[in-house]
């Protein structure tokens, strides 16, 4: 059974997760600093540029700052022939996230899909995370 997720079905969970998680256990601290949009694309963009590369995505957390990657198509050795990061992004909790058209070569067949990545910037590490969405 395949799930169905729309972009705002998503994003409004992860708003809500976020603000959920901030609202039980901050203990009067401050929220997280907003990503800059550029560098946030920036970092993205490097992480898809060395798996369109054939990188392994590990070798990102040898890069300062750190980059760490979450995408379960690059896990599993699929190779990405192509991609396309546009726009500036929107904001997300203190993320920033895009839609990104993927073309994968999957044992040897082209697949295409779009993915929902969501960066976070901060000073010594950047998380780059994928949502599986089905259009």
Do not use: H
């Amino acid at each position: 059974m395949t799930v169905r997720r729309s972009t705002a079905a998503v994003s409004g969970a992860l708003a809500l997760l976020l603000a959920a998680s901030l609202a039980a256990g901050c203990g009067g601290e401050s929220p997280p600093t907003p990503s800059d949009p550029t560098a946030a694309k920036g970092f993205l963009t490097q992480a898809l540029d060395a798996w369109k590369g054939g990188k392994p995505k590990d070798s990102l957390t040898k890069e300062k700052p750190s980059i760490l990657v979450n995408d379960p198509d690059w896990e599993r050795k699929s190779k990405l022939t192509d991609y396309k990061v546009e726009g500036d992004g929107q904001a997300l909790g203190a993320g920033v996230q895009w839609t990104v058209p993927l073309t994968l070569s999957v044992k040897g067949k082209t697949v295409e899909k779009k993915a929902v990545y969501v960066v976070n910037v901060a000073e010594a590490m950047v998380t780059v995370s994928r949502l599986d969405m089905d259009f």
